[in-house]
C-alpha cells in the first residue's frame, strides 16, 4: 500500500480495493478543498495530531459537518490493517478482506463517540482497537447465524428481536400478530420435542406441521384481534421461512460502501449525496498550543505511571507479559515455554493487567479527575491493551517517544 503523503491526502482520501486487494487512493474533490481552505487559514498547522483533534472537536459541535467524513479519511489505513488482521485469524469463505474493511469502517460512530482525547492516547490506536473488536463479534456472530437453518434460527430468537425484525421488514401490526402467534405455536408444539444446542435443527414432519396449524387455528380467536382466516399448515411454514428471512437481515444487513454508484445511474456516487461542506469556526492558535502542551504532559505522566507499574511487578509476570505481547504467543505457548501450566499463565497474566489497569485508574481518577464508571474503565481497559503492545512490540521508539 502506497502510503498517503501530506496532510490534504490523508484526510481527502479513500481506499479503493481491485480484486480485494488495495488498488489507489481515490480523493473526494469536497474534502480535499476543505482541507486546503482550512490549511491556506493555519498554514502553521502541519502535525496530524492537530487534524485529527481539530476535525474530532467540530465533529462533536457539528456532527453533520464534513469532520466525520475527514475522520474516516483518516482512518483508511487503520481500518485495512484491521480488516487484514482479524480476517486472517477466521477461517471464512463468505467474506474477503474487502467486506471487513466496509463492516469495520461502519462502525466509526462507535469510534467517534467512545475516544475520549483527555485521557491522551492515540486515536489510531484506540480506532484499531475498536475495529478489531467489532469485526470479530461480527464474524463470530454472523458465522453462527450463517451456519443455522432456519429453524434454529427462530429457536434462538428473542420475542423482542423477532418483532423488531418483523417491524423492519415493513410489515403491519396485524400481519405481525399472525406470524408472532404462528412463532409461539411452532416453539410450542415443535421445539421442546428437540435436542437443544443443535444448529441444524430440522424442518418439522408434515404431521408436526398439521399440529401446529391446529394450535394457531385455535389460538387465533383469543390471541388475534381480528382473529383472522383459517390458516393450513404449508402456510404456517411459509409464514414461518419469511420471519427467518426477516430475521437474518435485520440482525445482519447487507453493506454498501459510500463510492458504489447509485441505482439506475450511469454516474454518480452515494458519496455525492453528503452534507455540503460548512464554514467552520477554528480553534485559536493559543487555545490549540496550550491544548497540545497539556496532551503531551498527560502522556508523559501516564507513561511512567505504567512503566512503573510494569516494573513493580513480579520477573514472571514481565516475562509472561514479554512472551504474550512482545512475541504474540498464546497462553499455550507461553506455558509449554516457561513449564507451567496454561490455567497458570491465564492467571498471573490476568493478575497483571489488573495490576497495571488499577494503577491507571488511580492515576485517571486523581489526576484527570474522571469518576470510573463502567464505561470509563472498559475504555481504560482498551487503551492499557494497545499500550501494552505498543511497549512491548517497539520498547526502544516507545521508550525514546516517551522521554
Known sequence: ?????????????FLQFDADRFSAWATDPKL???MQTCLARLPQETAENFW???WYKLWQSQPASLARVHLAAYLQEVCYWAAHK???????????????????????????????????????NYASAIFISVLKDILRQHQEIDICTNWSLLRKLSQKRFVES?????????????????????????????????RQLPKPDPATWETIAALYNSERFTQLNPSGQSCSAQTIEKWLIACAKAAR??????????????????????LDDLAQFAQETFLTQLIAEEEQQSRHSQQTQLKAVLGEALTKLEP?????????????????QIAQQLDMKQYTVSRRLTKARETLLLSLARWSQET??????????????????????????????YTESSS
Open 86 to 124: 482479524t480476517i486472517a485469524s477466521f477461517s471464512t469463505a463468505q467474506y474477503t478482506l474487502s467486506d471487513c474493511f466496509q463492516m469495520a469502517i461502519a462502525r466509526l460512530d462507535k469510534v467517534l463517540k467512545g475516544f475520549n482525547p483527555q485521557l491522551g492516547f492515540s486515536f489510531k
Open 32 to 34: 480535499r478543498r476543505s
Open 1 to 13: 500500500m502506497r502510503p498517503r503523503q501530506g496532510i490534504t491526502e490523508v484526510f481527502s482520501t
Open 52 to 54: 485529527v483533534l481539530y
Open 249 to 270: 437481515s435485520y440482525l445482519y444487513p447487507s453493506l454498501v460502501s459510500i463510492n458504489t454508484p447509485k441505482p439506475g445511474q450511469e454516474s454518480g456516487e452515494f
Open 316 to 332: 514472571q509476570a514481565q516475562s509472561i507479559f514479554q512472551l504474550y505481547y512482545g512475541q504474540a504467543l498464546t497462553q499455550q
Open 368 to 397: 484527570l479527575h474522571i469518576s470510573l464508571t463502567s464505561e470509563v474503565l472498559d475504555y481504560i481497559n482498551t487503551v492499557l491493551e494497545e499500550w501494552l503492545k505498543l511497549y512491548y512490540s517497539h520498547p526502544p521508539s
Open 166 to 198: 418483523l417491524q423492519n421488514a415493513g410489515l403491519s401490526s396485524q400481519t405481525i400478530a399472525c406470524y408472532l402467534l404462528a412463532w409461539n405455536c411452532f416453539k410450542t408444539i415443535y421445539v421442546p420435542t428437540q435436542a437443544t444446542g443443535t
